[in-house]
């Protein structure tokens, strides 16, 4: 191998057939610029979440807020005859307990022949608190009972407004993610169509800078992926046309890209055919002479404005440098 060719090319040197070859250290940097791009993207997609988020959504609505004054303080009412309830409840089983030991002890005095006049005492007393326990917990009954169909009405009236506010917040929910969806769709869209439109633009233009253009599409490929993975997994209203949205959207922008690029490239062939010395029709060796040996159409043509001979395909007359 001759030195010259051993020696790497420099930036934005061409190879024979008229490319531009991209050096280790851009493809590298054009690398680096790929991933501070997406970083910076991937950024911004989840910083959309916050727009158009309604306040009310997942927050605890106290029954106060749902209910009118009159309705709540029914319900608070029935709440304290219930706790009331149970307390009086509570105080009689104490109360039975309390009076059932004094009762045996004085009936094991008793038996046993000795003074029980303490301890008659003691039962008297617990018969007497159970008692009153008893007429507490019947009055508690009552009062509870009476305030009982009042509340029912209110707590009925409170789960329909609770049943609405949760509706209410669900249909905030599947708006916002909605607005956010199509707001994230439409910065993938962007992103992948101002890439394509810079690569194709870099191509015809400035073909050094291709890597740029490259590095926003893998960035913005990297977003596709993100999310694609955010709407399969982590959103129940698009967790199926999600993925279908991106992937059609990605497709028709990368297939027209194709095409434009293709265009492209068609337009640039007979010119890499010409300075190959081929044919700008077919591709065929052309050795000097008028007419293709492969196609048989004419490779050599009158220039336009000087009218020498020029070569079908190029660019620019060899002798007067008109287009």
């Known amino acids: 191998m001759s030195e010259s060719k051993s020696r790497t090319r420099p930036a934005g040197g061409r190879t024979g057939d008229g490319e531009v070859e991209t050096t280790g250290v851009e493809k590298v940097l054009a690398v680096v610029l790929g991933i501070f791009i997406a970083i910076g993207v991937i950024w911004g997609y989840y910083k959309l ?12 609505v106290s029954d106060q807020q749902l209910l009118g004054a009159d309705e709540f303080s029914t319900i608070e009412k029935h709440r304290q005859a219930s706790r009331a309830v149970q307390d009086a409840r509570q105080e009689q089983r104490a109360a039975r307990r309390g009076m059932v030991l004094r009762r045996e002890n004085y009936r094991t005095a ?11 005492a003691e039962y008297v007393a617990a018969q007497a608190r159970f008692a009153a326990a008893s007429r ?10 009476k305030v009982r169909s009042e509340a029912k009405e209110a707590r009925e009236q409170l789960d329909e407004q609770r049943q ?22 439409g910065l993938l869209v962007l992103m992948l169509a101002g890439s394509y439109r810079l690569l194709l633009r870099l191509r015809s233009q400035n073909p050094r800078y291709v890597p740029a253009a490259l590095a926003w ?24 046309i999600g993925p279908l949205a991106i992937s059609v959207a990605g497709v028709a922008l990368t297939f027209a890209a194709f095409v434009a690029l293709q265009r492209f490239l068609a337009k640039r062939l007979p010119v890499r055919r010409v300075r190959r010395g081929e044919c700008p029709f077919c591709g065929f060796p052309v050795r000097g002479k008028p007419h293709c040996e492969g196609c048989g159409r004419a490779v ?3 220039c336009s404005s000087c009218q020498q001979d020029r070569r079908v395909g190029t660019a620019r007359c060899g002798y007067c440098g008109n287009a």
Request: net charge negative; hydrophobic share 50%; aromatic share 8%.
């Open 49 to 60: 979440d916050e727009v158009a988020k309604p306040d009310s959504t997942y927050s605890y």
């Open 110 to 120: 008793l038996d046993a022949d000795e003074p029980a006049a303490e301890l008659q």
């Open 136 to 145: 507490d917990l019947a009055a508690a009954v009552a009062v509870e009972e």
């Open 164 to 185: 609405d506010a949760a509706a209410k917040a669900d249909d905030e929910r599947v708006k916002h993610d909605r607005i956010v969806f199509l707001l994230r769709l």
């Open 217 to 240: 599409i893998g960035a913005t490929a990297l977003l596709a992926i993100v999310m694609a993975t955010d709407y399969t997994e982590s959103y129940i209203e698009f967790e199926e």
């Open 300 to 302: 050599i043509a009158d």
